[in-house]
């Protein structure tokens, strides 16, 4: 009847009007996400000169070998790569040094962040992918000293351990 035509004639209007919204908001979000991704682009276009290639830290850092090189008489450089989970060089290869080595650390990352920091002393940074940290350390105690990582990384994160003997 008449009544019913009616009500029915609302209720369209009313579907036709919430599925309009629907569909905006839709549009609105899809607009912000592409926006974001031109936007962000943009950026990492800008900024990338100060870092060094991503996919390459380890050949930047030239990282091959031991990890491990001998630049004078008690000075040497040692190259880590952090990943999800473990270092390179770690507990399978310890680094050995002699007692009063003077360390610099050149610290990277192949996946995601990582914190390098050696027990018991003041060596402490981030690992990052795509850059490569430096920090420089005297070591004037024999013993063992345990490279962990101390920024959570997933669920391998506590299995990032590598060791440091230094013989005296
Ligand atoms: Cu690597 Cu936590």
């Known amino acids: ?22 569909l905006s908001l839709i549009a609105v979000l899809f607009i912000v996400a592409v926006w974001f991704v031109v936007h962000d682009y943009g950026l990492v276009a800008k900024t990338s000169q100060f870092y060094s290639n ?10 091959q070998g031991s990890g491990v090189k001998q630049t004078g008489p008690n000075s040497y450089e040692v190259y880590e790569v952090g990943r999800a989970w473990s270092w390179t060089p770690g ?3 310890p680094l050995t040094l002699p007692v009063g080595a003077h360390v610099t650390f050149n610290v990277t990352s192949g996946d995601v962040i990582h914190g390098f920091e050696v027990q018991g002393t003041s060596i402490n940074l981030t690992a990052i992918p795509g850059v490569v940290g430096h920090v420089s350390y005297t070591f004037n105690k024999p013993g063992t000293f345990y490279i962990i990582c101390n ?16 013989t005296g």
């Open 54 to 63: 991503p996919n390459t830290p380890a050949e930047t850092a030239n990282y």
């Open 91 to 93: 507990t399978a290869t």
């Open 151 to 166: 920024e959570y990384c997933g669920a391998g994160h506590q299995a990032m351990i590598g060791r440091i003997i230094i």
């Open 1 to 22: 009847d008449a009544f019913e035509d009616r009500f029915h004639h609302v209720a369209l209007r009313h579907e036709r009007i919430w599925i309009f919204i629907a």
